[in-house]
């Protein structure tokens, strides 16, 4: 039940069970199966919403932050607006949507999904 | 044949977001770590149910290990202090009517009287030293790894194991084997 390595080890004083110990044979009777690939299933679906719950507060953080940025950066895009004239702030909005639709468009072709990988090596 | 990636290589992989090397973690540990809990559990869901919270924890925290080759001892800590947990909160509120041993799969075979017969023992020695035995003699750790992983002084180990295994012969009726 216990190898060589494990039992040298051991300090001197230390209690060492081997075969011809009689609690042996009841240790070694009610040990759970070794590899149990219902139990691994379990937990790696609970591991898996974990992950998906981390995600999705982690976007959602991000996507406040942006707004919140948004809101303090329009008072300055604005006052620039302003100063350029009337005349520069339609073709400012238009680069500024254009450049948002480019973001989102970048976005959402370089999206990945986040499949579990099959062999670990 | 292929060997067998290490802890270190598993947790490092694991950690880069890979699932698989984190199921093959679990597919090494979850027998070892099973056997303890169902050995410190009245019920063998329980244990199991703690089993898979010690994993998903491991999971969780997998960036705070600081040496992957100590994975093990650092699941079975992990184990223990859920174990902890829920004796604490077994004992405030759920109380079952049903024989533990009710849940259990059938005893017909001699190995699992004496699986059940280890467990019954088990259950008359305080949480502190069932443990320790667990770890020291069902699992053949030494007593500085389970006094590492129990928290506990290296002295105190010994002699809940010490202790605990003298009950356990007496209660199995097994002769102590210190001859």
Request: aromatic share 6%; hydrophobic share 45%.
């Amino acid at each position: 039940m216990y190898c060589e390595g494990v039992r040298a080890s051991l300090k001197s004083w230390e209690w060492v069970m081997d075969k011809t110990d009689p609690l042996a044979d009841f240790f070694a009777a009610d040990a759970a199966p070794a590899n149990d690939r219902a139990f691994r299933t379990r937990v790696m679906e609970r591991v898996a919403r974990r992950r998906l719950r981390i995600e999705l507060v982690l976007r959602l953080v991000a996507g406040c932050l942006l707004v919140l940025g948004l809101a303090l950066v329009s008072p300055v895009l604005q006052s620039l607006a302003d100063m350029l004239g009337q005349e520069m702030s339609m073709p400012l909005q238009v680069i500024a949507m254009a450049g948002g639709v480019a973001f989102l468009g970048h976005a959402w072709l370089s999206r990945t999904i986040n499949l579990p990988r099959l062999r670990p090596f | 044949m292929r060997s067998q990636p290490t802890d270190a290589a598993l947790v490092a992989a694991a950690r880069s977001g890979n699932d698989a090397a984190y199921g093959r973690i679990v597919d090494r540990y979850q027998g070892a770590i099973r056997t303890f809990l169902c050995r410190l559990c009245p019920y063998d869901a329980d244990a199991d149910d703690l089993a898979q919270e010690t994993f998903l924890a491991g999971w969780t925290e997998l960036r705070r290990l600081r040496d992957p080759e100590r994975l093990k001892t650092w699941l079975f800590s992990i184990a223990w202090r859920k174990a902890k947990g829920q004796a604490r909160s077994m004992a405030r509120a759920r109380q079952r009517d049903d024989d533990w041993q009710d849940l259990r799969p059938d005893s017909e075979t001699p190995q699992t009287e004496r699986a059940i017969a280890l467990r019954q023992a088990l259950g008359q020695l305080p949480p502190d030293q069932r443990a320790a035995v667990s770890l020291c003699l069902g699992e053949g750790w030494s007593h500085g790894d389970a006094a590492n992983v129990l928290e506990m002084p290296l002295g105190t180990v010994k002699s809940h194991v010490l202790r605990g295994r003298a009950r356990l012969a007496e209660i199995l009726g097994v002769g102590d084997g210190q001859d």
